[in-house]
């Protein structure tokens, strides 16, 4: 299987699929859910995907965490990585915006209360695994190298969305969930199809070499559900109506305290 022939079954079907049933939906977007416009909100989560993505995915490919067939690319690269892979930057977070969007129209809205105890505490679980990770990243053995490189990598971001909103994520748990859970199932089967057909190979010697199903590695699991975590988190919070509410708060705050 082609590297560009997995993006058109895989990514490029169901993002036709979901954007379709988000155009010609009747449901109109949740008043919780209409802080700025839906393709404003994706549009500036590809973009900040891309960058940030980009170094350290470039950085994996130039250390052989993982390599691609050259047989199976256009052979067209940027740095060390292949268009392909770039252009999945950019499909995945519209694929999975997409399928929250859809999921936001067709789900109760929650009214659940706000816990702000849940920020601090989520600030804190996540702030020491990402600490924890990289140590290892730095003292740990090879075969720590592929996890503790996408967690010390994707939780710096996670931090920030739970710090400023983890109650809201909360509150709408049962969404965001849902929203994270079925494209990391659906992609990680997906990974494998790809894995086994040759188009990717993940280092054995860098990662934990624990196979699901004899084929995926946990790595490729975890980066999907880090990856869907952060593509459904920042798209929940830009569209929240209380984060809009909670950053004028916050602003007024901080013009207040001047004209002290």
């Known amino acids: 299987m082609t590297y560009f022939g997995f993006l058109v079954i895989f990514l490029l079907i169901p993002i036709a699929i979901f954007g379709l049933l988000v155009r010609r939906s009747t449901a109109a977007q949740p008043a919780a859910f209409s802080n700025y416009a839906v393709g404003t909100v994706i549009a500036v989560h590809v973009i900040i995907a891309v960058i940030y993505t980009t170094p350290w995915d470039n950085y994996l490919v130039a250390t052989r965490v993982w390599w691609y ?44 209360p706000l816990h702000p105890r849940i920020r601090p505490i989520s600030f804190v679980a996540f702030a020491l695994l990402w600490m924890v990770m990289t140590v290892l990243l730095f003292v740990g053995q090879d075969r720590w190298n592929y ?9 710096i971001p996670i931090l920030l969305q739970v710090a400023v909103g983890a109650d809201i994520l909360w509150r709408h748990r049962k969404l965001v969930l849902t929203a ?34 004899g084929v995926l590695p946990f790595e490729e699991f975890v980066f999907f559900v880090l990856t869907n975590t952060l593509v459904v988190f920042g798209c929940t919070l830009a569209l929240a109506a209380v984060s809009r509410q909670r950053l004028d708060q916050l602003a007024s705050q901080l013009r207040d305290r001047k004209a002290i």
């Open 69 to 112: 067939d050259p047989a199976l690319v256009t052979g067209l690269t940027i740095g060390w990585v292949p268009i392909e892979e770039y252009t999945f930057f950019v499909l995945q977070p519209i694929m999975t915006g997409l399928f929250l969007v859809w999921l936001m129209r067709r789900l109760p809205t929650a009214a659940h």
């Open 147 to 155: 996890l503790s490189l996408e967690l010390s990598w994707a939780l």
């Open 180 to 213: 994270i859970a079925l494209p990391t199932i659906y992609l990680s089967i997906a990974d494998a199809i790809a894995i086994q057909s040759g188009t990717w190979t993940i280092s054995p010697t860098q990662s934990l070499d624990w196979l699901w199903f």
